[in-house]
C-alpha cells in the first residue's frame, strides 16, 4: 500500500512568495493533518481535516496558512506571503478514525526555505 | 507549554546498551503514542498505549504508561545503530482522541 506522498521534497521561495505544498493521504484514510516542524518549535499542528471537513484551523497559523481538502485523497497547504520565518520542514499525516486514538502515518515532509 | 514533554533533549549510548526515554504530559488523554523519525522522514509511530494499559511491548520495544502521576517511558533493549533517531511522545491532549500534539522530541544515538 502506498504510503503518505508528499510533494515537492524541497521548496525555496523568495520573501513574499506563494507557496502550495501537496499531500496525498493513505487511500481509504479520512483524517488529514498537517504540522510544521522547526527546532525550536518542534511539531505543530496547522489543520486538522476529518472527512473533509477542517475541524482545526490552527489558530496563530490562520491568517497566511491555508489548507484545503480537494477530495478525499488530495490535500494541498497554502502559504501566503511566505516570510522568512516560515522556514521548516511541513510534513502531512493520514489517519484512520479508531475511535479514540489516532495512529498518524506521515509523508517525508516538503522542506521549505524562504529567503 | 507543551501538553507532552519528553524528559532528556539527548541520550548517548552504545550498541547492546538499554536505553529509556521518559515522557510527562498534562491532561487526561485517551491514549499515549510513542514516535520514532530518522533524518529526513516523517515520525513513525513505535507503540500506542490506550490510558486504561499499564505496559505494552513490541520487539525490543517495551513502552509504560502510569495515568497517576501522567508520565510514560520508552525502554529500548539491546540497541543498534539503525536505533538512532529522534524519538517523540505524544497524547491526544484530552480531546477524546483526535488531536495528537508532539513532545518536543529526544535524540537518541547509538555508536557502535
Known amino acids: 500500500d502506498a504510503g503518505v506522498t508528499q510533494t515537492p521534497r524541497h521548496e525555496v521561495a523568495e520573501k513574499g512568495q506563494t507557496i502550495i505544498l501537496k499531500c496525498e493521504p493513505v487511500s481509504g484514510h479520512n483524517d488529514l493533518f498537517w504540522y510544521r516542524q522547526t527546532k525550536i518549535q518542534g511539531l505543530e499542528l496547522l489543520s486538522y481535516?476529518?472527512?473533509?471537513?477542517?475541524?482545526?484551523d490552527g489558530g496563530a497559523f490562520k491568517d497566511r496558512f491555508k489548507a484545503e481538502m480537494l477530495n478525499s485523497s488530495f490535500s494541498t497547504l497554502k502559504i501566503q506571503p511566505t516570510e522568512p520565518k516560515d522556514s521548516a520542514v511541513y510534513l502531512c499525516?493520514?489517519?484512520?478514525?479508531?475511535?479514540?486514538?489516532?495512529?498518524?502515518?506521515f509523508g517525508s515532509g516538503t522542506r521549505l526555505t524562504v529567503l | 507549554s507543551q501538553l507532552a514533554e519528553e524528559n532528556s533533549w539527548a541520550l548517548s549510548v552504545h550498541e547492546g546498551e538499554s536505553v529509556t526515554v521518559n515522557c510527562s504530559y498534562k491532561?487526561?488523554?485517551?491514549?499515549l503514542q510513542w514516535y520514532r523519525q530518522k533524518s529526513g522522514k516523517g515520525p513513525a509511530q513505535l507503540i500506542l498505549?490506550?490510558?486504561?494499559?499499564r505496559e505494552k511491548r513490541n520487539g525490543r520495544l517495551r513502552a509504560t504508561l502510569d495515568t497517576s502521576s501522567q508520565s510514560s517511558s520508552l525502554s529500548i533493549t539491546a540497541t543498534r545503530c539503525e536505533d538512532t533517531a529522534v524519538y517523540f511522545c505524544a497524547t491526544d491532549a484530552g480531546t477524546g482522541g483526535y488531536k495528537v500534539v508532539f513532545g518536543s522530541g529526544t535524540r537518541l544515538l547509538v555508536s557502535p
Open positions: 491532561t487526561s488523554i485517551t491514549a
Open positions: 498505549i490506550r490510558s486504561n494499559e
Open positions: 499525516a493520514s489517519s484512520s478514525d479508531r475511535g479514540g486514538a489516532e495512529t498518524l502515518y
Open positions: 481535516f476529518r472527512s473533509k471537513s477542517l475541524m482545526e
